[in-house]
């Protein structure tokens, strides 16, 4: 049967890395929740970059960047890290450039996997659907805040991992993703309340409007599924 | 406000260090809950061991050895890593050199702190009580399995930051701690039935006793307070 794993932290992925798994990786706020913004708003590929120097070439090089640090828009960036940026007036058949805090250094650091998807809440039915029917085991890669354990993207890895294994085709044993289905199952009746007290949450109190907190909260707002193949992000679904 | 902060794995512990900070180490099954039996059966001190060669080492320079890896004790030692091998006809007034799977790394890995405490649920409130009164932030350090995430640790770490901050002298703002709460409040009612999913708790069940688990899950079995300094485990209250 098919296993589920989940990895709290990008620093802890070579203890459970493994060539022949599917690896998703989550980062709900807000690399994930936008990368599904921008394909459902018509985006053609992401490139995502790890770091600042790169993300600087890449707009030397003409890329659309978006761009941001520790929350805030890169000053050289053409826009920052949040799902109602990737407007289909800025991205429709668009390569865009990317760089975040955390999930994008993600993405970049599980190259070895042959089959890397994105996760977020947005996209929960379409990414569980697909896996349901897919063949392989998942690591599920929660991006964190700073290579720290954050509880959104444990959430979101709970949730994913709860679907999976109600699916009767899966199976755990992982210490981790018992932890993230528990602490789903405390928090999905009012995701947007428990969250309250997550720390990246009250990091971006005063830099992020509500609504995009919100969005990034919100079940199914997107039906697209992407993946990260050969260096770009492109929508599979 | 003096801070509390839970790490999941040794392996994230860099992302915490602060040699200003208290550091409390955990390993439920069963390092740290021998250890506690060790002192509470009379122990003098007992000399933690990263590696199987310097635990060999020990042994050849005299030392009374228990050691295991994987769940078993190794050939050459005199006993393994069960509370119940630490009796007094064994270990009062004597040094005992000691090596496990994870808990002796995590101990030697944090030598870095100026007041490094060991933690488990059989010296709970002995612990918390010298921690409510005690003028500095700790990190709640999880010895996990092999550095991956375990429940049993989490949930101790639960336990003692629950009962930190309801002291009203400690604050929090780090998901791992809000995530071991809340796991601890799940299953703090029923421990034992709780701990039936943990993967370390089913590594174990061929290996190890169940009375053994049933101590290393027992709040309060002892009133020992262990601490580690200038390389050796000696008994702090």
Redesign the interface.
């Known amino acids: 049967m098919k296993t589920i794993e989940v990895c709290?932290?990008p620093?802890?992925y070579h203890?459970?890395s493994n060539p022949e798994k599917t690896v998703i990786i989550i980062d709900v706020l807000r690399a994930t929740s936008s990368i599904c913004a921008a394909f459902e708003a018509g985006a053609k590929k992401i490139l995502p970059i790890a770091s600042i120097e790169d993300a600087y070439k890449a707009k030397q090089d003409g890329y659309i960047l978006a761009a941001e640090r520790d929350g805030k828009i890169l000053d050289f960036a053409d826009f920052g890290n949040s799902p109602d940026s990737f407007t289909p007036e800025r991205v429709k058949n668009k390569i865009i450039a990317y760089s975040t805090t955390n999930g994008t250094q993600a993405i970049k650091m599980v190259n070895n996997a042959k089959n890397i998807l994105i996760g977020a809440f947005v996209n929960i039915s379409v990414l569980t659907n697909y896996l349901t029917n897919y063949p392989e085991s998942v690591i599920i890669v929660c991006s964190g805040?700073?290579?720290?354990?954050?509880?959104e993207d444990?959430l979101c890895a709970g949730a994913i991992a709860d679907t999976l294994l109600k699916s009767k085709k899966y199976s755990t044993?992982?210490?981790?993703t018992?932890?993230a289905i528990?602490?789903w199952n405390?928090a999905k009746d009012n995701l947007y309340t428990y969250l309250e007290?997550?720390?990246?949450r009250?990091r971006l109190k005063n830099i992020v409007n509500e609504n995009v907190i919100k969005y990034c909260y919100t079940i199914d707002a997107t039906n697209v599924l992407p993946h990260y193949k050969d260096g770009f992000i492109e929508k599979l679904i």
């Open positions: 709290f932290s620093t802890l203890l459970y805040w700073k290579n720290k354990f954050c509880l444990t044993n992982c210490d981790s018992f932890a528990d602490l405390i007290k997550a720390s990246h009250n």
